[in-house]
């Protein structure tokens, strides 16, 4: 499968992904005002609500921007108004279209958010990069035996690009397949650096049923990001 990785476009997209191909959209969140106040417009009143209950700011405008950003989007796709896009929720907590026929993925972190958008199950992540001094920590916690082997095996001068790299692997993995944290150590990504970004085993039965690929990327300076889709293989282009 070829990913598309453009920036979001100022007008409303309308040709779905073909066979074989997904859109993934970079969407900068540190819009200006008149942009923003858009966006936030074309959020339902049930999304209002969700946004209000975030009680930090800078979450709460990412949150806002970014689903303005997906129903734009998805409007564009389904020549709807962006209010009527008909989002639901899936029994295990993620967002699809009740339409059914375009799967897609929404993730945010502070200052970007991406949107992917395929005809099979997606998924996308993306952090902003920062030092995190329990990241060995982290990697015990949630990464699988053979991922950690992998880990500790690299200079930690790499170990960084190791740590980001897997997280956002597994993040785009279990988000395409509709799972849950706690099935991050059931499967295995390729963490160093130096080798192309795959899914190399996958234990749990959420995941072991079907064929999974990723990639990864730099969306931005400061940022790591991944997707994952429901296939054999996946090129960014």
């Not at 598309?4 to 074989?20: F, K, M, N, S, Y």
Request: aromatic residues 6%; negative net charge; glycine residues 8%.
């Amino acid at each position: 499968m070829r990913a598309r990785v453009r920036p979001c476009p100022a007008d409303p997209v309308t040709e779905a992904p073909g066979v074989g191909e997904c859109h993934v959209w970079v969407i900068d969140l540190n819009c200006p005002p008149v942009a923003a106040d858009l966006l936030a417009s074309l959020l339902t009143e049930d999304e209002r609500a969700r946004a209000e209950r975030y009680r930090v700011k800078e979450v709460r405008d990412q949150f806002t921007l970014a689903r303005g950003a997906l129903r734009r989007l998805l409007g564009g796709y389904l020549d709807l108004a962006p209010q009527r896009v008909p989002i639901v929720v899936a029994a295990g907590g993620k967002p699809e279209l009740a339409s059914g026929g375009l799967h897609f993925n929404l993730t945010h972190t502070p200052g970007l958010a991406l949107v992917a958008v395929a005809g099979v199950r997606v998924g996308v992540d993306a952090e902003k990069r920062r030092t995190i001094p329990d990241a060995d920590g982290l990697v015990k916690r949630f990464f699988s035996p053979a991922e950690r082997a992998v880990y500790h095996d690299l200079s930690a001068a790499v170990r960084p690009d190791a740590f980001y790299r897997g997280w956002v692997c597994k993040e785009a993995v279990i988000k395409a397949a509709g799972a849950t944290m706690h099935v991050l150590d059931a499967f295995d990504v390729e963490l160093d650096p130096a080798r192309p970004a795959a899914v190399l085993a996958a234990r749990h039965p959420q995941l072991a049923g079907s064929a999974w690929a990723v990639a990864d990327w730099c969306p931005a300076p400061g940022y790591s990001a991944a997707v994952a889709v429901e296939d054999d293989s996946v090129e960014l282009v």
